[in-house]
């Protein structure tokens, strides 16, 4: 099914049981009794948000409703039996259980939409889906929610914004973060009222904005992972080798085991030869035959002695065979034996070592989580912005922290401590927030390499904001290339550079209310000047200056050459080179430079350099409120005032008389200027096909007027 009838089939809650039927009908008994045993094991996909044995009056059941719709109003209308898995009542108007007093109540509910769609069992019917209907239905995503609190000069309070879609509520935080709208809080009910902002008016910020120590902690937490995972890899093998070691000497006990069984057979084998012979010799006694004894003797004591020489060989040789064996493992036992101080002595230093590295590495990744709430400036900030205010790094707004309590969020702060709505504040915050300590420095900093100014933010900087300052900072780097690249006129390897307020603006740490196109331009155009002043003669660039006496190549020129005398130009430096520009291509071309320079100074990453904020610096605001008391009030004062610091002399007018207006029809006399009208050299009428009609003669009566010097009008323009 498609998402038009209400069916949502990428999420499990809304996917029936394979056992349920498609809808409670009059034969889905069985189904819907097995989808509520499935439900009450647990095992079924979309878990109930009811109590089946307790009794619900209507009003419970459409608050069930209207909550199981408003947690997945994102998926529209929903048809009957997707409620009923989940809420338990019957909306379908072709169940036995219809519930109509509910879908009457449902129907009269202004956060109820009601769409009916055919049925999918019988498309001749209609089946009603419900689906939740926000206050502001157009609301679907930030820019419409922008658009929404725009439309309403007067206000719209957050609360009817809260449910118009999942995650509106941190849209509405962004938004007021960043001083799109203003928050205004409500003193009677404590709810806030957001009214639209207008025009915004953002000033820059002095100091160059960076990343900070954020680059120098990342790479201090990866040698911290780096370390402790070798130390468990170490770990590791020496468990494999002492794992090894243990197989080792288990093999060599039963090696020597084996050894003691076959000296117990040999020990077996000598006894029974020996038995033997003794029953031989019995057996001849008895016959009474001496010398059949004697022989039957002698024969059975050969036989005893040769089963006794190769029972003894047997016992020699099992005897000889596993002393190797038992030398290894005596060797073994020996080495493990020795080695077994030395082994748990390194397992200890190894646990230590462990230890340590993963306090080095908790160490390092709160050091990153620290650095990645801050950005470094090369000037103080906090003459120009306070704790609680709105700022802009990066692309991104955020609000310099005033958190006091570590782990806590902005707003689960303190109340003195919390960030008011507006993006400006005309004080600053309570001073027991300095007595308690904030968590993260606004203050001066110093590094192995720098030193700077901290800028703490209420949230991490983002990817995208980070790397758009290190664009800015690579941009910045390569204007400053571009501008120091030019070389002087007079030669020596000397550098003069592109000076001037445009090269300023664009470089310096100070910030500039300049329009960046203009300063592109004029950048630009100083450094065309630049380039276009230097060079040689006969490698000048097309509008660079040709200087006296260079290139001249007289008599004297050649006889002073060809004596070994450097000329003129080799005498000042010059070469046969492009006279400006980066000297390591002199390949390239004026147009060149003056295009490589045009993409420095425009790159968008230099809009990033400096941080931003809403309204004035403070230390501009409290100049004006410290003086405003000494403003004039009045002309008469002011005019008083004028004389006091000798701007005006006593008596002379404050203003001027107003110039008059000259009447463009009067000339210098006052009179009124004489119309002239020439007729040009052999000027002769064109539109002959109106010659002898009505328009034709109009026309000649013109041109007669005309020559007679008289107006003829404007033709009607």
Known sequence: MSNIHGFDFLRSEHTLPSDATAFDGPGAAPAAAASAAAAASGSGSSPAIYSSGVARTTEHKQFDVIKFLNAHRSSGCLPPHVI?????????????????????????????????????ENPTLLLPTYGYQAKFANVVDRTTLLAQINRCPNGVRKRDLSDSYVGVEADIDALITAGDVLAVANPEDRHKVLFPRGEQFLVELDGLVGTGTYEQCREDLRKAEEESNKIRQQAKEAAAAAAAVDAAKNNSANTAAAADGANGSADANADTAAAAADSAASAADTTGTASAAADTKASTASTADTTASAAADTTASATDKP????????????????SKSDTAESEELRAQKLAAAISQQTEARHRLERASHLVCTDIDPRVQIRRGEAINIGGSWFRVSSAVQDGVPLDKQPTRAQAPPSVVMMKDLSRKNDADGYVRPFDEYSSKATRGFCIPLDHPLPDEARENVRRAEAARDRLQKVAGSVKSAGGGGSRVGVTGGASSQLISSHASASNPDTSASAFVSSFKASVGGGGGSSGRL????????????????????????????????????????????????LAELVQEAKEAATDPSLMHTHARRHGCTKDVREMFLATRDDVPKSEVE???????????????????????????????????????YYERKNQRMTNTHLIGTEIGAALARATERQQQGKSVGDGGM
Do not use: C, F
């Not at 009542?89 to 879908?103: G, M, Q, T």
């Not at 000042?572 to 390239?588: A, F, I």
């Not at 001027?656 to 119309?675: S, T, V």
């Open 84 to 120: 009923q898995t989940s809420t338990g009542v019957h909306l379908n108007p072709a169940s036995p259980s219809y519930d109509s007093e509910l879908a009457n109540s449902l129907s009269t509910n202004p956060k109820i939409r009601i769409e009916e769609v055919p049925d999918p």
């Open 323 to 338: 002393a190797p064996a038992a030398d290894t493992a005596a060797s073994i036992a020996g080495a493990t034996a020795s």
């Open 542 to 589: 097309a509008g660079g200056r040709k200087r006296p006496g260079v290139g001249r190549t007289g008599a004297a020129g050649r006889a002073g050459a060809a004596g070994g005398i450097p000329s003129k130009a080799a005498r000042l430096g010059d070469t046969p080179s492009t006279g400006g520009g980066d000297q390591s291509d002199p390949q390239k071309t």
């Open 638 to 676: 002011l005019y008083n005032l004028m004389i006091h610091h000798k701007l005006i002399d006593p008596g002379e007018p404050m203003r001027r008389p107003r110039m008059k207006l000259k009447n463009p029809d009067l000339d210098n006399d006052g009179k009124p200027k004489k119309r002239r």
